[in-house]
């Protein structure tokens, strides 16, 4: 009972407090043992589960405890000093429980609480509500940070949520950080300050944090454009071609549509169609069980019905965090009323 009443007196949340306070009240140890019997382990990836309370799942004090975590981890490699002055790049997506009691955005918050409770610059990317991964990852290299999170369980089912940490050269952390990492938090898991809603209700107007969204967005686009658009003059002719291959492109009910559409107005390249199902971020995840483009034809089920729809050859596809992309190609045409998967090439990762 010593570690849940030690959860219930360090949580924020309300909603996950309740469900641990309820099953101390009933002395159901098989909860309790489930929600605190082992901690979520930190590795390369950072932080992947089910969202819920416990030390198992992700919540608002695991959330908490890393962020603290990683910050005390970043004063050590960097310097106090130099990592506070460096600051951290933080972006979320969508994701959240039905009751929204736990969401990434929440997440996103109490971890630019935590950095500027040490000192930390934070730069906390929120103005267009949701980020990719890629820029997140991108705003770490281009505002010189020390360190990048990205609140998202990538392509994890709906109940799912994540931590990714990036660090300093843009890239996600690798051995030995992530082990140093998770040493670190078990040595700063009281939380610093209370985190309730008033210090989430701070966060923004803190003079240490600053959205660089539209800064850093207008920036990735310029390089990609100049490193990556290699045939920008054969693009307005292909464009005019009558028989020029149309594109169907899906979110996957994540954040990645308003990102590549804009990498097709930055490349010249005619407007794609988007999967209308699957085009706007939501978090429940209504059409695909397992919102993962790599899965092949079971998730790529409305883009083909799409593609059948407009006459299209190619089809695009992100994971909900849009950093990872699955690309298909028509190979037959048996039926256009039809799906049959076995018209389509879907690319491995490898062969793209």
């Not at 890393?66 to 130099?82: D, H, I, K, P, R």
């Not at 971020?281 to 209504?286: E, G, R, V």
């Amino acid at each position: 009972m010593k570690v849940a009443n030690e959860y219930v007196s360090w949580d924020p949340n309300s909603y996950t407090k309740a469900l641990v306070a309820e099953a101390m009240a009933k002395k159901d140890f098989v909860a309790l043992e489930k929600m605190l019997g082992k901690r979520l382990a930190f590795g390369t990836a950072g932080l992947r589960a089910t969202m819920g309370p416990g030390y198992s799942c992700m919540n608002d004090l695991v959330v908490i405890q890393t962020s603290q975590g990683l910050a005390m981890y970043l004063e050590e490699q960097f310097g106090a000093e130099v990592a506070r002055e460096r600051g951290v790049a933080i972006g979320y997506d969508h994701r959240a429980t039905p009751n929204n009691a736990i969401s990434s955005k929440r997440f996103g918050l109490l971890t630019a609480a935590a950095f500027l409770h040490r000192g930390f610059k934070v730069y906390l990317m929120e103005k267009q509500g949701f980020v990719a991964t890629p820029i997140t990852a991108f705003c770490t290299l281009h505002k010189n940070c020390v360190a990048g999170v990205m609140v998202t369980a990538s392509h994890n089912p709906k109940e799912d949520d994540g931590y990714k940490v990036y660090w300093a050269n843009g890239a996600q952390i690798i051995t030995p950080h992530d082990k140093n990492i998770a040493a670190s938090i078990l040595k700063n898991l009281k939380p610093w300050i209370k985190y309730d809603d008033t210090d989430l209700d701070s966060v923004t107007s803190n003079n240490l944090c600053s959205d660089p969204t539209d800064e850093v967005a207008d920036e990735y686009y310029t390089k990609a454009g100049k490193k990556l658009c290699f045939y920008r003059e054969k693009h307005a002719t292909w464009a005019a071609q009558e028989n020029n291959p149309k594109i169907v492109y899906t979110a996957m009910h994540g954040v990645g549509n308003r990102w590549c559409k804009r990498s097709f107005e930055n490349f010249d390249l005619q407007p794609y169609t988007p999967v209308a199902e699957q085009c706007e971020p939501d978090p429940t995840f209504p059409t695909v069980e397992f919102p993962n483009p790599e899965e092949g034809a079971g998730a790529l089920y409305l883009s083909m019905k799409t593609a059948n729809e407009v006459g299209a050859t190619i089809i695009l596809a992100n994971d909900p965090d849009a950093d990872r992309l699955a690309v298909a190609e028509r190979i037959a045409n048996t039926d256009t009323n039809s799906v049959n998967a076995d018209d389509w090439k879907v690319f491995s990762g490898n062969e793209i």
